[in-house]
């Protein structure tokens, strides 16, 4: 293939377009913000489930805080009727008996609920410390989730900018070359990542492998606008008083 040196150097600006337009590309796929991401979702998810396993503990306390003050406060109805009874005089004595012995019951049993109610109560406020610190936990994850979300769109906003830029670019550069060259570009630049490189100090400046005797005294008596490529790489080598030929 042939093509005069000044379009074959033109090549080279393309190249460079596509390597920025490949650092754009590959930073969108490994930006930190993305792992962060993904490493805040999972922290969010966990929180929120262990918030939903606090505020059931919470709730079924809550529950047991209310029979259990349903049940003192039957005893002290019943120990309040009891005594009513008593002082009405209208009572026998065996009935009076049975009734002091039932207040003496009833107060045991009274003590004990309020004892069992003072642990529950002590259990539940825990509980609502509880809830309340994994409340904040879920906040802070989700503050960190949206911070983490705003730095990744504000990234991701630099990198079209960058990209809209070098694609104008590739616009205006692509049409002024020849087709087939430009087609033999895009068949190394698909396959090898690097289409066109200077060849410089007899190395290739796309893979980098140093060129040896041989292939350097073919290059040199190659016409110079004979399109030569990378033994190595594949990619067109550009030659410039840089090649060291
Ligand atoms: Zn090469």
Known sequence: MKAEPAVQRQLLDLAKVDAELNR????RRTLPELAEIENAEKLLRERRDALVAVQTSASDLEREVVKQER???SVRARAERDRTLMQSGSVSAKQLTDLEHELTTLARRQSALEDDQLELMERKEAVDTDVQRTAAEVDRAERELADAATRRDEALADLDTTQARRDADRERLVPALPENLVALYERVLAHKGIGAALLRARRCGACQL???RSTIAEIKAA???EVVQCDNC???LVRT???GL
Do not use: C
């Open 241 to 243: 008083l840089e090649s």
């Open 24 to 27: 754009v590309a590959h930073r």
């Open 71 to 73: 049940e003192v406060e």
């Open 223 to 225: 016409p110079e606008d």
């Open 234 to 236: 594949g990619a067109i």
């Open 210 to 212: 140093e060129l040896d």
